[in-house]
Each structure stands twice: as structure tokens, then as C-alpha cells.
T-cell receptor, first 111, second 115 residues
Framework: DAKTTQPTSMDCAEGRAANLPCNHSTISGNEYVYWYRQIHSQGPQYIIHGLKNNETNEMASLIITEDRKSSTLILPHATLRDTAVYYCIVRESFGNEKLTFGTGTRLTIIP | DAGVIQSPRHEVTEMGQEVTLRCKPISGHNSLFWYRQTMMRGLELLIYFNNNVPIDDSGMPEDRFSAKMPNASFSTLKIQPSEPRDSAVYFC?????????????FGPGTRLTVL
């Protein structure tokens, strides 16, 4: 799997948009970008994934740069319940079902 | 759906004892994963199954660890004998492979403490 680089920690005010960056400069053409988060003492939770185009679902938006070397996860209106560790993972689309978790970004939502 | 079910949620045992962790995947899913999470090593994949067949066990730390999936609705991870360094949270996840991607859904985890 291609390696990803994320900031160790970030703070965001409650109600504001939280923008979490991820660098994946060695990503190859058939690799997807996945985002998971882990709230304290719980199992990781799937958020969103994408290949080339920007994606949006009920939880978040994923913006992938045109060269695909970086992406940003956007939580549009952060709440205290969004405090968690957020993992950006690059994963092959075929054959390899593994998720390789890095250290992630610890996001703290400030009241 | 109840999601991925793991039991027990907490296990405290003494060194040398056998430990069995259990997982029931989401109904209809065809892949099952066992992960381990520690402060030192983070979240790491131990083994995964596809259609009940072990596909990749390269993450299993040593022969003391074994995993089975006798049917599509049940899997076990066994540690025999257990050691203090096995203390960790063990997560089970399942997914349904559709086309080129799939989403893994994680259980609540089993917190294992080996004294």
C-alpha cells in the first residue's frame, strides 16, 4: 500500500468545518483513498472513500486533488461527537483487501 | 442488522492460559478480518478470510495465535498459551466484496488483559 502522511493532531471549533489533510504522493492509478475514524474505545468506523472524483455522503466530503497526491476530508459542521482519530488509508482496488492503518490525526472539537 | 458482534467484550486471564475470542460477522458478508490494537503498534491486521478461507495470515505474530472460520457466521481467534505482551484490544471486521471495492465494518472489540 502507498504510504500516507497526516498531521498528528488538529483542533476545530464546534459548528465549524473541520478540514483534515492527507498526503499520498506515491499513490498509483488503481488505488483508492479511504477514510475511517475511531472514537475513543470503539472500533474504527468507515466514513468515505474515493478514486478520482470528489465524493460526498451524509457524514463528510472527500476532496481529491487532480494529481491524486493529496486529499482533504471535510466534516461540514463539526460536533463534539466528531472528536476522534481520523485515518487516511490508500488501498488497492483489486485483490488486496487489507487496510493498513497509520497513526492518523487526532481531531479535537472545541466547544 | 446488529453489526459485527464480538465476545467477550473484556477478558482477563493469567499468563499461560488459553484465550478464545469470538466474532459473528454481518450476515451476508463474505470477508472477515482480525485486527489487534496496542499503544505501541497501533492497529494492525492479523489475518483475513474470504468465503471462510484464510487468505493472508502474515500478520499473525507467532504460532501461539490461530484463527478459524468454520462457517460464514462465526470465527474464532485463539491464543495458546497467552502472554502479557498479548494484552491489547482485538477487533473483528467484516465486509462484502462488491466490484472493485468494499467497506469494512468493525465490531466493538475485545479488550484482553493477560496478567
Amino acid at each position: 500500500d502507498a504510504k500516507t502522511t497526516q498531521p498528528t493532531s488538529m483542533d476545530c471549533a464546534e459548528g465549524r468545518a473541520a478540514n483534515l489533510p492527507c498526503n499520498h504522493s506515491t499513490i498509483s492509478g488503481n488505488e483508492y483513498v479511504y477514510w475511517y475514524r475511531q472514537i475513543h474505545s470503539q472500533g474504527p468506523q468507515y466514513i468515505i472513500h474515493g478514486l478520482k472524483n470528489n465524493e460526498t455522503n451524509e457524514m463528510a466530503s472527500l476532496i481529491i486533488t487532480e494529481d491524486r497526491k493529496s486529499s482533504t476530508l471535510i466534516l461540514p459542521h463539526a460536533t463534539l461527537r466528531d472528536t476522534a482519530v481520523y485515518y487516511c488509508i490508500v488501498r488497492e482496488s483489486f485483490g488486496n483487501e487489507k487496510l493498513t492503518f497509520g497513526t492518523g490525526t487526532r481531531l479535537t472539537i472545541i466547544p | 442488522d446488529a453489526g459485527v458482534i464480538q465476545s467477550p467484550r473484556h477478558e482477563v486471564t493469567e499468563m499461560g492460559q488459553e484465550v478464545t475470542l469470538r466474532c459473528k460477522p454481518i450476515s451476508g458478508h463474505n470477508s472477515l478480518f482480525w485486527y489487534r490494537q496496542t499503544m505501541m503498534r497501533g492497529l494492525e491486521l492479523l489475518i483475513y478470510f474470504n468465503n471462510n478461507v484464510p487468505i493472508d495470515d502474515s500478520g499473525m505474530p507467532e504460532d501461539r495465535f490461530s484463527a478459524k472460520m468454520p462457517n460464514a457466521s462465526f470465527s474464532t481467534l485463539k491464543i495458546q498459551p497467552s502472554e502479557p505482551r498479548d494484552s491489547a484490544v482485538y477487533f473483528c471486521a467484516s465486509s462484502l466484496r462488491q466490484g472493485s471495492t468494499d467497506t469494512q465494518y468493525f465490531g466493538p472489540g475485545t479488550r484482553l488483559t493477560v496478567l
